[in-house]
């Protein structure tokens, strides 16, 4: 299977403690995004890159967290400082192209339990 | 501003019944849509896409959507559900001023009775 893929699956952490997810996008997709989804909630847009650039943050994204695509391939998603309200789904997902019709393909996610 | 509101938080159907999820959207630019479905435990699908081409869009499963400028929406639609069909439907707004990047709306929960 070539989709996107998500390390961990799950992760529990204490509140305080950092955390580090890792993202595989489909190889040929230049653009990468993430979003953040809770409990009945459509996924948010956190961040995405263009190759190895971050083009656009949301506002959503705090100074605690961080995301990098080295060399425009795996991207990570950091988390500083946990806090009980980053608990959540999130997701990463891959696009080919620059139009507004290019489809995203998401992967599985990784659900975050701040205790 | 690019926004998305789902009209119906949950839909609950019989099965070989007709399948309505409405969805309408607030765009600033000639916009993408997309509905997307999220079975439990499993990552986010897409269904179909429109993307400025004919407005009656088919997609896969036997689900269409048809998008209606004058009234702003972008409403999925299946002859008949199947069991398999129950599951979390996203309506999802794209524009290229902002980025490419997705506006979800709130989600739909498709029930499909027996």
């Known amino acids: 299977d070539t989709g996107v893929s998500q390390d961990p699956r799950h992760k529990i952490t204490k509140r305080g403690q950092n955390v580090t997810f890792r993202c595989d996008p489909i190889?040929?997709?230049?653009?990468l995004y993430w979003y953040r989804q809770t409990l009945g909630q459509g996924p948010e847009f956190l961040t995405y890159?263009?190759?190895?650039?971050?083009?656009?943050k949301s506002r959503l994204l705090s100074d605690r967290f961080s995301a990098e695509r080295p060399k425009g391939s795996f991207s990570t998603l950091e988390i500083q400082r946990t806090e009980q309200g980053d608990s959540a789904m999130y997701l990463c997902?891959?696009?080919?192209?620059?139009?507004?019709?290019?489809?995203?393909?998401f992967g599985p996610g990784t659900r975050l339990t701040v205790t | 501003a690019q926004s998305v509101t789902q009209l119906d938080s949950h839909v609950s159907v019989s099965e070989g019944t007709p399948v309505l999820l409405r969805c309408n959207y607030s765009?600033?630019?000639?916009?993408?849509l997309f509905w997307y479905v999220q079975h439990p435990n499993k990552g986010l699908q897409l269904l179909l896409k429109?993307?400025?081409?004919?407005?009656l869009v088919k997609g896969i499963n036997g689900f269409e959507a048809e998008f209606k400028k004058s009234e702003t929406s972008f409403h999925l639609t299946k002859p008949s559900a199947h069991m398999s069909d129950a599951a979390e439907y996203f309506c999802?707004?794209?524009?290229?001023?902002?980025?490419?990047?997705?506006?979800f709306g709130t989600g739909t929960s498709l029930t499909v009775i027996p």
């Open positions: 890159f263009q190759n190895e650039a971050q083009l656009e």
């Open positions: 997902a891959s696009s080919l192209g620059l139009g507004t019709s290019s489809e995203q393909y």
């Open positions: 999802v707004v794209s524009e290229s001023s902002a980025g490419n990047q997705f506006y």
């Open positions: 190889s040929e997709h230049n653009r």
């Open positions: 765009s600033s630019y000639s916009p993408s």
């Open positions: 429109y993307t400025s081409a004919a407005t």
